[in-house]
DNA sequence: AATTCTGCCAACCGCCATCAG
DNA sequence: TCTGATGGCGGTTGGCAGAAT
């Protein structure tokens, strides 16, 4: 039993925006605020499916989306945490402020992903004096490649970037659940001081020495001794410190400890 | 100058997790 | 507990512009 669409396409707009379009969605959301997405269309006046006036929104109109090539900077940012996470875009795009997960997703098809595949081609061809993959592909075939590309980048990536193996997590969503589970398993890794962390309890995890609390249910994280809100908030400082953390592992060599640290990405 | 090829990027699609009733 | 609605995500596509032939 398949899902029904999200909205009718029945006399919906498709395709790019019109400035009278995004005049109105700005308008809209200026004066109501971002959300409901499924009836944002109608009360805003747009022939258009909610989802699409979402993804405008996320993608394009945002006030505080960067414009503008990415930096040397934001460009190595974007392949030490696409060697961390994966495929995961929007975390990514967290990490990068003003830019989009879709900048970013289309900013490593286009360039990363072969510049990464170029070098691992070159270090090939030193070891085996193969010459470097062919032109002349069709359109077709490029877009089929950008999916080869997407499977094989990571380990090439890892060959590319770093020796140590790089371990691609699956992509999955990010929520407040299972970042508690992964906070969990964290501290099963680290062997934390204090392990029960009941309703109410906070205890610190890994070398960073961030404080977790698992409070009715919901995780929150701080690096203060105060918690400042949900784990949802804490999202950046998370990140900051799994990074952190897997950057101190790769420093000491651990191997085991990293392998470990790893999979508990993985779980 | 005309045609074909290639790269880029905005937008769409389908899936999945979460929420609400 | 179940089910449908919703929001969010990653993968993919299609069209345009510029480069190459």
Redesign the pocket.
Known sequence: ???????S?VG??????TTKE?TLLINYIQAHG???????PKKAGLL?????C???W???LRPDIK?G?ITPDEDDLIIRLHSL??????????RLPGR????I???W???LS?RLKNNTARNKSKCMGESAGK?????A????K??ED??GISSRNGEATTKTRIYLPR????????VAKYINNIQSLIGSSSSNAEDGDHTNWGMSGLKVANNGGQAWASNNEEFDGPISLQKDIMLDDIFEEYQQLLKADDHGQLDSFVESLLA
Do not use: Q
């Open positions: 039993m398949g899902r029904a669409p999200c909205c396409k919906l707009y498709r395709g790019p925006w995004d971002e959300g409901h997405w499924r009836s944002l258009r499916c909610g989802k699409s979402r993804l405008r996320m993608n394009y414009r090539n996470l994966g495929n995961r875009w929007s975390l990514i795009a967290g989009t997960d879709n900048e997703k289309n900013y098809n286009s360039h072969k032109r002349g592909d069709t359109k075939n490029n877009k089929r950008h999916k997407n499977e992509a999955t969503r990010v929520c407040a659940s299972s």
